[in-house]
């Protein structure tokens, strides 16, 4: 089966500036992940989807950040203004099932740098 | 917040050696997974363990799970160049949403 398609793999923008993600998660999967990963660092969750409505997105800083799930599929992520510290790596996963039963599959990733 | 933290942050090992990677966490959970990581890479799933399971194996991979010590390991045999990657625990605690809580990882270096 085809993997999680993530786009575009490396972005450089200066601060205040803004920046979008796009993830197509694996076909028929239900649950979609947005991981930020900061170098040295495990992932951090920023907003979990359980087909396009949202679980989670406590960690998410929304006076920034934005994130969307059109039709239960693809999944954008926008950052608005970006900050120094969004410096990180973008990670997109999906799970066929939400129950965390069954191990995720990761896109490549999209590496962000402000400068 | 992080649940998994594992030990040592940093191994460097001889070719065909094992390698063994620890990883603790705080709270009770339903399962836990390994993951690996190669440099500018995305995650690979290697194993998930359940809560009531002790063992696992998965080609040259063996996982341990003590739910008594909260720990597991991730012991690699025969190690090759290949392998070098960090390595992640992550962690479904028990009454979450199913979310992974992931730890800083352990960098494994394999010398050939």
């Known amino acids: 089966e085809a993997g999680v398609a993530q786009s575009p793999r490396y972005k450089i923008i200066e601060k205040r500036q803004s920046v979008a993600f796009w993830c197509n998660p694996i076909?028929?999967?239900?649950?979609l992940y947005w991981y930020q990963q900061i170098l040295g660092q495990g992932p951090k969750l920023l907003i979990q989807?359980?087909?396009?409505?949202?679980?989670?997105d406590s960690q998410l800083p929304k006076d920034r950040f934005s994130a969307e799930r059109l039709k239960g599929v693809d999944s954008t992520l926008k950052i608005q203004p970006a900050k120094l510290e969004d410096s990180a790596v973008y990670l997109c996963?999906?799970?066929?099932?939400?129950?965390?039963?069954?191990?995720?599959?990761f896109g490549s990733g999209t590496r962000l740098t402000v400068v | 917040s992080q649940q998994g933290e594992e030990d040592p942050q940093a191994l460097s090992i001889q070719e065909g050696e094992n390698a063994t990677m620890n990883c603790s966490y705080k709270t009770s959970i339903n399962n836990l997974q390994w993951y690996r990581q190669n440099s500018g890479r995305g995650l690979v799933h290697l194993i998930l363990?359940?809560?009531n399971e002790r063992e696992k194996h998965s080609g040259r991979l063996r996982v341990t799970l003590d739910t008594s010590k909260k720990s597991s390991s991730l012991l690699i045999t025969a190690s090759r160049a290949a392998d070098t990657a960090s390595y992640f625990c992550?962690?479904?605690?028990?009454?979450?949403?199913?979310?992974?809580?992931w730890g800083a990882g352990t960098k494994l270096i394999i010398k050939p």
């Open positions: 363990i359940r809560s």
């Open positions: 996963a999906s799970s066929s099932r939400p129950a965390g039963g069954y191990g995720y599959t």
């Open positions: 989807f359980q087909n396009n409505g949202v679980v989670d």
């Open positions: 076909s028929g999967h239900a649950t």
């Open positions: 992550a962690t479904v605690p028990m009454d979450s949403n199913y979310q992974l809580i």
